[in-house]
């Protein structure tokens, strides 16, 4: 057999290729990957002999149609799936993750590849509860999370395939997999991070209060789930891929810091990180009944695995060092601004880093990846949201005046990111099952609608009802990012850079963060770039400030109670020009209306002032990343 192995030089890809020589050396395997970020050509440096490598993107058909030719199945792990780098470029996502695979699919069947196998993954079917026992299985409807692009551009891809399959019959099979862990993976993600810091003696961050769920397996086992897939799968089928082993993240890192041998205090809780589903857990009864798959390291045997893996990045720190130091480059739409993505150890987040770059000697692409993504993207999020509404029992239940209510807001970009809101509102909340949705209302349209409020009938402890309100801002829960900008001198931050403001209706004072809600599929870079212009008069592309270091503070929910909102936190450090290239380290520039630059030396005067939620959390997460503020630690 020949193989194709799209994405191979990535985490899973290399290990199933290493599967696959292993147990077939008979066969060969032809790997084509683009070598992106997480792509690492090291991973396969002791197999290259054994294979055939060839360096390209998987939309270049002039190259797939030549990696094609002989093939006798297909193996597609190629993705984008980096959630934290989707903020900054979702266009890339669905570049790669869905046209892409659609490139794959028609290229296989001019060139009469018989055999085609897609590697997807469980955020498809959003989240579950955090406190019940169910688990996905093949019959979950997709639902991912709106602010989850990457997990919408699979979930789109998967739809591609099956309907590439109902068109043309060919041999096509799904597979959706747990969270993977084990040898050669990108030491950004949550596993390697927390060894690769005990081994430096960093602590261990933990995101949020690290109740958050996922589903383990070793990559081997996935890889011979595919095995047994490519074997005896049906066509046109989709197999979930799991062992049993859904843990939290606390958990995690507290077995993976017992095991090293290191005490408990190494594990460090740090805010919360984008689009952190609280819970995801596989049924894989499927797979190990029709195909008689088992794994070889289950829920019984994660100690062992976790040991294994410890040990391998003890043995192999040549090979992830270097990965430390890689950087992924990213840039706004107008190609002026470009930044480099690293990780950030302390935090377990990526960061992004401005200064010191040579822009003649970056290479960034010059044509626009995906220019009609963007109309496309709406149109795909729009029928996923409207599925995912489809399969909500208290949808269902609602009268036809209230769907068709919801089926215009969602065609409205000023309103979609509400009907998103309602798409993720389950059945069950707390014990109380949702019957249906009663009441819409809002402003008038040509007011321009903000936020709109919507009450459920609910049923509470069996057979009381109630109606319950529930409030959504027009543009989505979880689309908005406030920005505190920390205004760099002489190499230290010696200011905060506020907007003073009067509020409607209450006509008092206010010192608020810029920021707010982003334009739909906006880049996190250019959200920046048009917010600290439009709020804070700082044009940013004609030289009024070059920024420094983006760090995101982690989300959080000021709103707490009726609403989802959850906006982002993000720390931008700038150096001002202009008029306030001169002001003194101590020196506090208040307009009437508009910036306010407060010295840091005094911060304690603002905060004392200030009842902007935002702002203070800000504030007080600071504290976790004092080397933005340099010698003015707050």
Sequence with gaps: MKLLVTGAAGFIGSNFVYYWLDKYPQDEIRVIDALTYAGNIENLTPIMSKIEFVEADINDRAKVSDAMKGVDAVVHFAAESHVDRSIFDPAKYWHTNVHGTLALLEEAKKAGVPRFHHISTD????????????????????????????????????????????????????SNCSNNYGP????????????TNLIDGLKVPVHGDGRNVRDWIHVMDHASAIDAILQKGKKGETYLIGTNNDRSNAYIAEKVVGLYGADESMVNHVPDRHSNDRRYAIDATKIITELGWKPEIGRDDFDDGLKETIEWYKNNEDWWRPLLEKKDVISDSTKKIIALISLDRVSGKTKFTFKNIDKNNVEVPSEKIGQKDFVEEHLIRYKIVMKNLANKEWYQNSTDSIKNEIEELGKDSSTFGYVEDLASREDRINGDRILSLVKIEHADRPYGIYGIASWFE??????????????????????????????????????????REEKF??????????????????????????????????????????????????????????????????????????????????????????????????????????????????????????????NNKI
């Design 123 to 174: 955020e498809v079917y959003g989240e579950l509860p955090l406190d019940s026992g169910s688990k996905f299985t093949e019959k979950t409807p997709y639902s991912p999370k709106s602010d989850n692009i990457y997990a919408l551009s699979k979930a789109e891809a998967d739809s591609i395939v099956l309907d590439f399959y109902e068109k043309t019959g060919m041999y096509i099979t799904i």
């Design 458 to 499: 609910v049923e509470r402890d069996g057979d009381k009802k109630i109606v319950d309100g529930f409030y959504s801002w027009g543009r989505g829960p979880k689309s908005g990012s406030k920005l505190l900008l920390l205004v760099k001198k002489d190499n230290k931050v010696s200011h905060v850079a506020v907007i």
């Design 505 to 630: 209706p209450m006509g008092g004072i206010e010192y608020a963060l810029a920021g707010g809600f982003s334009n739909l599929n906006e880049g996190l870079l250019d959200f920046i770039v048009r917010s600290l212009k439009n709020e804070l008069k700082i044009n940013i592309l004609e030289g009024a400030a070059t920024i420094d270091k983006i760090t995101s503070l982690g989300r959080i929910s000021p709103d707490g109670g009726m609403t989802n909102n959850k906006p982002s936190l993000y720390a931008v450090t700038v150096e001002l020009k202009d008029k306030y290239a001169g002001i003194a380290e101590n020196e506090i520039v208040e307009e009437e209306k508009g910036v306010v630059l407060w010295p840091v030396s005094k911060i304690n005067d603002l905060v004392s002032k200030c009842d902007d939620a935002y702002f203070l959390a800000a504030m007080s997460r600071l504290e976790l990343y004092s080397d933005l503020i340099a």
């Design 184 to 195: 050669r993976q990108f030491p950004e993600k949550f596993i390697p991070i927390i060894v």
